[in-house]
């Protein structure tokens, strides 16, 4: 029988909470101090009670889906009567799971390194998304595993993937085309190790709970954050010589300019968000909205007589940057897209062969040159993190916009599916 719990905060992480707690508890309740959110929860059919009638309930746990966890435990605690030892925060909860889903997959392979734990980071088309926002979900696992005493060992190979082709499964792991391995150690030399955990990450990816006011989202505000996901980026996700070689190559191209000049990068996510707005994504600007903000910051910021830098997937917003731009105008020279009509970028061709790999060359190097520039103006995405971690803090300027995310800061509001997976009842997924 699942113990009952109370989730108590409604912020945009209680969403992404319920998807592991709904799984292994019986949520009866909703709580939050501000009983406005009453008409905003995660699964409607599960009631809003106000935080001083929790007390009056049968429950075995309070759950807190909020950062603010030491000062909602106070208050619970000393305002609202309710047992400290019945009050436990998210993200404990996602470390106990966590640590029962790796003993659950743990193999043995044979005597070898039996002093050493490895911990095989599996990704598979669940992943969703492309090769960046897979670098900034394998670096969380990297963080946890390592944590935990584990040896990462990343595993693009055994299952298709945003970089592996049908035919190549079990032939090519994907993450050495451009990656050294975290520790520098091959999925060949564990295939006879003593402990090794067969964790894949996508199939967990819905479960995934943050630390509070520590996420690697968090980076994208806070510069301490972001300096310590900088040096694990840094230790344990670097690039392969022969990758660096062409992003070097490819920088010397287009950053051709004179030295005393510098260069403002710009990146606008177009394409499948706009027309699809993914639930949980971010919302992006509109193009207006974008230019005029940029616009707006080339004035303030004393850019008029430098360069700009323009990485987009959107091959109109690329035509619209160089009309306003002109000859300052620098950008990668890849493929880009223009209509997908109802489909993700990830489901469209571009090349006629070797199609993932490619686009995940185009996808990187666009990024790795956004993030040598000296300022930044972005939309919100997945590309976002890793070329924030690749500038190690050293943009001048910056500006990132802040919008919401599709299904929770708009007029629909999404609910928990019957398996835990977010989706909107008669709502198409997609909103």
Request: hydrophobic share 35%.
């Amino acid at each position: 029988m699942k113990k009952k719990v109370i989730v108590y905060g409604l912020s945009v992480r209680a969403w992404t909470s319920c998807n592991l707690i709904n799984e292994y508890y019986e949520i009866i309740a909703f709580s939050d101090s501000n009983p406005d959110k009453a008409n905003k929860l995660p699964i409607k059919e599960i009631p809003y009670v106000l935080p001083e009638n929790i007390a009056s309930l049968d429950f075995d746990f309070v759950i807190i889906t909020s950062v603010y966890v030491n000062e909602i435990t106070e208050k619970l605690v000393n305002s609202f009567n309710i047992d400290n030892k019945k009050i436990i925060s998210d993200y404990v909860m996602y470390k106990i799971w966590l640590k029962e889903h790796w003993n659950k997959n743990t193999k043995n392979y044979g005597e070898d390194n039996e002093d050493k734990k490895f911990a095989v980071l599996q990704i598979d088309a669940a992943a969703g998304g492309g090769i960046l926002s897979i670098y900034k979900t394998l670096l969380v696992a990297v963080n946890e595993v390592l944590e935990e005493g584990y040896i990462p060992v990343i595993d693009m190979k055994s299952y298709i993937n945003a970089c592996l082709e049908e035919d190549e499964v079990g032939k090519i792991n994907a993450w050495e085309y451009f990656f050294e391995q975290p520790s520098n150690i091959s999925l060949d030399e564990i295939n006879k190790g003593k402990y090794v955990v067969l964790d894949n990450v996508s199939r967990r990816l819905k479960y995934v709970i943050n630390k509070p006011n520590h996420t690697i989202l968090n980076a994208i505000t806070d510069k301490n954050v972001r300096k310590e996901y900088s040096e694990i980026s840094n230790k344990y996700m670097h690039f392969n010589e022969k990758f660096n070689e062409i992003i070097e190559k490819e920088y010397t191209n287009i950053f051709n300019m004179d030295e005393n000049h510098k260069v403002l990068g710009l990146r606008y996510r177009g394409t499948d968000y706009h027309t699809l707005r993914p639930a949980m994504h971010d919302i992006q600007p509109t193009m207006e909205q974008f230019f005029d903000k940029v616009k707006q910051l080339i004035s303030e910021w004393g850019y008029e007589n430098e360069y700009i830098y323009f990485a987009t997937d959107d091959e109109r917003a690329l035509e619209k940057a160089k009309f306003e731009f002109g000859d300052k105008l620098l950008y990668y020279n890849g493929r880009r897209f223009s209509d997908l009509g109802d489909k993700m970028i990830t489901q469209v061709s571009l090349y006629e062969s070797q199609d993932k790999y490619l686009k995940a060359v185009d996808y990187i190097l666009e990024m790795v040159l956004l993030s040598r520039c000296n300022s930044l103006i972005s939309c919100r995405a997945g590309a976002l993190m890793p070329v924030l971690l690749w500038n190690n803090c050293n943009y001048e300027k910056e500006y990132i916009f802040n919008l919401g995310v599709y299904g929770i800061d708009e007029e629909y509001l999404c609910e928990l599916g019957d398996h835990g997976i977010i989706d909107f009842g008669e709502k198409p997924r997609f909103l």
